[in-house]
C-alpha cells in the first residue's frame, strides 16, 4: 500500500468484464442485507439478509457516487437521524474504508439523555461491542459483527416496517468514517524569529498533534514528546507514514538534526501525540474524537488536526466535538482546510466547524497553493478558511524509513520537503503557541481572534484566504481583536428587491492598558471577483475608541438589494488600523441566486396524503448542478427551496407500512423550476408492470426497474430492486420532455426447478417514462445458453450469474441460485435492445454471516450478444487449472512502477479466474538478482516501485490452495526473467505453457493410460519468437521431475493412479533471451 502522498500509476485493466473483476467486494450494510460492486464501486448483486426479502431496494447515481438504500432506511435518512454515508457503496468500497470496516460495521450511537435502556439494548445486539465512551458527543463507538447487523438494526430504529423514526433514546447513528492526511504533493515567513528574538517560543504551552503518530528518536523531537498514544487501528504510536512527525517538527521541533535550520514555530513547546491516523494515514472517525478528548485531558492548549475529509451541510461527529470542546474547554483546534484545489465549497470536515481555526497554504511568495480548499462553507456560506500559512514545499523532519521518506527521498538526511495544507496548519499551531506563552490566560477565542486579527493581507478574497496570511511578529504586539473573528450574514432569499439591511455588531476588544484609537476601512467583492456596488457593505462608524480593557461595537451592514442581477456570495474585507496596529475582519454574505420554492404533494393508492413516502430532487443544471438530495416527506408534503434550474423529481409511494404491500413509483424527468412550483404525485393514476417468460411455472427471483436522465453537463439514475414485480407500478408525470435524455430499462430473473434460470433485461431510450408496463417473452425471443460446469472436490454447489448490458445503460443487477456441481446450468436470456450478456461462475464455499461464500470465481469471457432462437454452449472451471498470459493478461510496467496481471489458475478454456481463496501467495521481485519487494498480491494488479534505470528483472509467484476447494492445480509457480528500464505504459516480455489433456469435468482420467497432451506457449515467446520449450511431468507432488519432449505440440504422458495427481513444469526461453517458467502442482487426478 502506498500513502496518501503517492498516486498510483495508471493501470491496465485486468478484464475488459464490466460486471466483476478480481477486485469486487461484498459490502454489509447496517440493515444486514449485502451488496456486491465491482473495482470502481458500481453494485452489481443484492442480497437481502434472512426475513427482509420484502423490503424494497432503492439504487440512485450521480457524480461518480452510488447509493443502495433499502425502503426502510429512506425516512430516517431524509430526517437527519441516519448517515447517509453508510449506503454509499462507493465510499464504502474504497480501501481505506473496506480496511476499517474488516471487524465488522462500525458505528457513532448518539444518545438522548441518559439513554440507560437504549444503551443496554445496543449492547445486546448480537455480538456488538462498545468501543470508545465519546462524552463530548453523548456517544459510543460500537462495532457490530457482520453476521449480526440485522440485530443492531433492530435496535436502534423503531419496529414499524417503515422504520420512521430511531429506536427510544438514540438521538443519530452515524458511520464511523475514515479520514485522512491533508498532503499534497515557511518558518521565517510568518515573523517566527522577531517573536523568538522576543523571547517567545512557544514554552510552558502545549501542543498536541493528532496524526500518523511521530518519531521520538528524531534529534528534532527528542524530548520534545510529553505523552504518546495510539487511537488508531496501527498496533503501536511508531510514525510508519512520515506525516505525523513532519507536522509535529513543524510546529515544535528543534532543528537539532539541522543545527537549528528547520527548528519549529515553537521549539518550546511540548508535544502531545496521538496517533489517530493509521500506518497507511487513515483514520476512523471515532478514534479521531477519543484522540482529541485525551488531548484535552491532557491539558493541551491546541491541538494539530492536519487531516480531514469531505463536508457535507449536516454538522458530523467531529465538527460537534470541535465546537463543543472548544466552547467548554477553551481549546484551540487548529484544522488543515484541505487539497481539493481550487473550486468553490471545497473546505474539509472537521475544518468546516464554527469553532476550528482553518488553515488554507500558500507558498513562500505568499501566493495561494493550487490545491488549497476554498470557500465558502458547504451549506450556509459562510467564511471558511480562516487563514492561510506556508504549505508549499516545506521542510521538516521525517523518520527515515517512513513512506514519505521513500516516497519523495530526504534532503538533507532526516527531513524531506512535501507540501499540503498539512503543513501549514502546524505553522498556525506553533503561532498560537508563542501567543498562549505571552499571555498565559487566553483561551481559543482570544487566540483565535488574534491571529485572525493581524493577518498579512493577500491579493484573494476571504473565501480563498479567509483573513490572509499570519504574521507572528504583528500578533504579538496585537492588543485589540475583533469578535467574531470574521462576520456571516447568511443566505439572503431571493428576490431581493424586497431585502433588509441586515446588521452584525463587531465588537473591538482592547487586551492593552491604554485606549486606542482605529481608523475603520471597507473593501468589498462580488462573486466574479470585481468590487460589489457601492452601500453594498456599510460601517456605522469610520473611527472607533477602545478603551484600556473594555470594548467598543461598530455595526456592519449588508443591503442585499444593490447588486443588481449578479447574486451568489459577496465578501468584505473590514481594516481596524491604530495605535500601530491592523485588525482584519473578513464577512460574507449569500445574496441567493434566483430561487423558488418546489412542493410535491403525495397521494396514496386510498386517495390521502402518503404516510410512508421517499422523495429524491436531482439538479439537471450546469455549473454547479449534479447534486440530488433525499428530502423529508412530512405528511405526504415536501417542500424544498431551489435555484432556478432544471431538475428530476422521483418519488417512491409506499401501499402501507408493510412494503410487502406494493410500491409506486413516481418521476417526472424534466422539472423547469423558473417560478414557486407545485407537483402532485398521485399513486392511483400508476399502472402495474408486468413481464413474463414463457415458462408459466417459473418462480419470479429478482426484479429491477431502473431509468436515468441526463444532460451534456449531468447525469442522475435511479432504480428499484424487488424480489417479484407484483403490485409493482410506475407514473411519468408532467409533459414528453425535452431538451434531456431519457432511458429506461427493466430487468428481471425467474427459475424453473434447480438448473433453469429465465433472466431478462430490456430497454433502452424512450420519449418519457412508462406509466405501467407490460412485455411477454416467448420462447423464440429468448436465446438458451447452456454452461457446464465443472468441480474437482465433491459436495461442492456452483452458480452461474449473467449480467445483462444495455447501450444506454453501463451496469446491471444479477441474480444466482445454487446447484450441485458438476452440472449444467441452463440459461434462457433475452436477445432484443442490443443487450450484451456477461456470464461469470462461482464455485460456493460455506456459508458465513447468513450468505455464501466463495472458493473461486471465474469470467466466462467478454460480454455477448445471443441471436434469439440459437442455442450455445461453453463450459467452466476444468482442468488444467494454470497461469493465463495474452492479450488481456501479463506483465506491464508504466514509469516506475511494474504491475502484473495474470490470473493464476484460468481453466482449460481460458476463462480467467477473477477470484480464488487461496491458502497462501507469495509474490517477490528481484532486480539485479537483488529482492526489492515482496507481497501476498496474487498477480492482480499490486505494483512495485522500482529505480528507473536499465537492469535485469525477475518476478516470481507462487500460490497454494487448499484440496477441499480443489485437489486439482493445488499449487502454481511461475516466474519470468527480462531486462527493463523507465518508460510510459509498456507490456513486458513474458510467457507461459497451458496444458490441455483430455479429461473430464471432475478433472479425473483414466488410471495408467497412456496419452497426448496438448502444449501451447502463449505471451512473448509464442510462435516465431520461440527459441526453446522444455517440459517434465512429475507423478510425486514435484519432488523428481522426468523430461518429456514436445513433438508437434503435444507431450505423451501416462495418466497418474487412481486418486493420485501428475504435475507438469515447463521452461520457456523467447528469441530475445526473455525466460519464463511454470509449476501446475496436482494438474489432474487418476480415476
Known sequence: MVSPAMAQPGQKGASDTRALTGAQHHLTLITGDRVTVDDEGRPVKF?????????????????????????????????GKLDQRLFDVTELSKP??????????????????????????????????????????????????????????????????????????????????????????SVPQIGTPAAWKAGFTGKGVKIAVLDTGTDSTHADLKGQILASKNFSASKDTKDRVGHGTHVASIA??????????????????????????????????????????????????????????????????????????????????????????????????????????????????????????????????????????????????????????QEVGQKPAGYSTISGTSMATPHVAGAAALLKQQNPGWKATELKGVLTASTKAGAYSPFQQGSGRISVDRALKQSVVAEPSSVSFGTQQWPHTDDKPVTRNVTYRNLGTSDITLDLSLTSTGPKGKPAPAGFFTLGANQVTVPAGGTADVTLTTDTRLGGTLDGAYSAYLVATGGG??????????????????????????????????????????????????????????KIRLPKGTYTVDSAIFNGSKFSQGVNTIAQPKVAVTKNTSLTFDARKA?????????????????????????????????????????????????????????????????????????????????????????????????????????????????????????????????????????????????????????????????????????????????????????????????????????????????????????????????????????SVKTVLYRNGKKIGQNDDPLTGNPFQVPSGAANYKLTSSVKRSAKISPLSTQVDVAWTFRSKKTGLAVLPVSTVRFSPAVGVDGRAKAGKTVSVPVKVTGAAAGKNLKSLTTYVSYNKGKTWKKVTVKKGKITVKNPAKGKGISFSANVTDKKGNKSSVKIYNAYLGK
Open 581 to 638: 496596529q491592523t485588525v482584519r475582519t473578513a464577512a460574507a454574505v449569500d445574496r441567493e441566486v434566483e430561487s423558488y420554492d418546489l412542493t410535491v404533494k403525495h397521494i396514496d393508492r386510498a386517495g390521502k396524503a402518503a404516510s410512508n413516502a421517499a422523495i429524491t430532487i436531482y439538479d439537471l443544471s450546469g455549473g454547479a448542478g449534479g447534486s440530488f438530495v433525499n428530502a423529508r416527506v412530512v405528511n405526504g408534503t415536501t
Open 96 to 185: 481505506e474504508s473496506l480496511r476499517s470496516q474488516r471487524g465488522g460495521l462500525k458505528l457513532i450511537v448518539g444518545y438522548r439523555g441518559a439513554a440507560k435502556a437504549a444503551k443496554a439494548q445496543v449492547r445486546d445486539a448480537g455480538g456488538t461491542e462498545v468501543g470508545r465512551s465519546l462524552r463530548s458527543l453523548n456517544a459510543e463507538s460500537v462495532v457490530t459483527p457482520t453476521e449480526d447487523a440485522p440485530e443492531i438494526w433492530e435496535a436502534l430504529t423503531d419496529s414499524d416496517d417503515s422504520r420512521a423514526t430511531t429506536a427510544a433514546g438514540i438521538d443519530r447513528v452515524w458511520l464511523d468514517g475514515v479520514r485522512q492526511a491533508s498532503l499534497d504533493r
Open 687 to 919: 399502472k402495474l408492470v408486468n413481464i413474463t417468460v414463457p415458462d408459466k411455472k417459473a418462480k419470479p427471483k429478482m426484479f429491477v426497474a431502473e431509468y436515468s436522465v441526463s444532460t451534456k453537463a449531468n447525469g442522475f439514475g435511479s432504480g428499484w430492486l424487488l424480489d417479484e414485480a407484483k403490485n409493482f407500478r410506475t407514473l411519468h408525470v408532467g409533459p414528453q420532455p425535452t431538451g434531456v435524455s431519457v432511458a429506461q430499462h427493466w430487468s428481471a430473473s425467474w427459475t424453473a426447478g434447480s438448473k433453469t434460470q429465465y433472466s431478462i433485461a430490456t430497454g433502452g431510450k424512450v420519449k418519457k417514462l412508462a406509466t405501467g408496463y407490460s412485455r411477454k417473452f416467448t420462447a423464440k425471443q429468448l436465446a438458451k445458453v447452456k454452461v457446464g460446469m465443472g468441480a474437482g472436490a465433491p459436495k461442492k454447489k456452483g452458480t452461474v450469474t449473467p449480467w445483462g448490458f444495455l447501450p444506454t445503460n453501463d451496469s446491471a443487477w444479477s441474480f444466482a441460485s445454487g446447484q450441485n456441481l458438476p452440472g449444467t446450468r441452463t440459461l434462457y436470456l433475452s436477445t432484443a435492445d442490443k443487450v450484451k450478456w456477461g456470464l461469470e461462475f462461482a464455485q460456493l464455499g460455506p456459508v458465513q454471516n447468513g450468505f455464501p461464500t466463495y472458493d473461486s470465481a471465474y469470467s466466462l469471457g467478454d460480454e455477448a450478444t445471443y441471436k434469439a432462437g440459437k442455442s450455445y454452449t461453453k463450459s467452466v472451471n476444468t482442468p488444467v487449472f494454470g497461469p493465463l498470459v495474452n492479450n488481456d493478461h501479463g506483465v506491464v510496467r508504466e514509469d516506475n512502477w511494474i504491475s502484473a496481471y495474470v490470473p493464476l489458475l484460468a481453466d482449460s478454456k481460458g476463462n480467467a479466474d477473477l477470484f480464488q481463496n487461496y491458502s
Open 252 to 405: 515544535a521541533g528543534t532543528g537539532a538534526a539541522s543545527k537549528g535550520k528547520f527548528k519549529g514555530v515553537a521549539p518550546d513547546a511540548k508535544l502531545l501525540s496521538g496517533k489517530v491516523l493509521d500506518d497507511e494515514g487513515y483514520g476512523e472517525d471515532s478514534g479521531i474524537l477519543a484522540g482529541m478528548e485525551w488531548a484535552v485531558a491532557q491539558g493541551a492548549d491546541i491541538v494539530n488536526l492536519s487531516l480531514g475529509g469531505e463536508d457535507t451541510p449536516d454538522v458530523d461527529p467531529l465538527e460537534a466535538a470541535v465546537n463543543k470542546l472548544t466552547a467548554e474547554k477553551g481549546v484551540l483546534f487548529a484544522i488543515a482546510a484541505g487539497n481539493e484545489g481550487d473550486g468553490a465549497g471545497t473546505v474539509g470536515s472537521p475544518g468546516s466547524a464554527d469553532a476550528a481555526l482553518t488553515v488554507g497554504a500558500v507558498d513562500v511568495k505568499d501566493k495561494l497553493a493550487e490545491f488549497s480548499s476554498r470557500g465558502p462553507r458547504v451549506g450556509d456560506g459562510a467564511v471558511k478558511p480562516d487563514v492561510t500559512a506556508p504549505g508549499v514545499d516545506i521542510t521538516a523532519a521525517i523518520p527515515g524509513k517512513s513512506l514519505i521518506a
Open 47 to 79: 442480497e437481502p439478509a434472512k426475513g427482509r426479502e420484502h423490503i424494497p431496494v432503492q439504487r440512485m447515481s450521480s457524480k461518480g457516487h452510488t447509493l443502495v438504500i433499502p425502503a426502510d432506511a429512506r425516512q430516517l435518512i431524509s430526517s
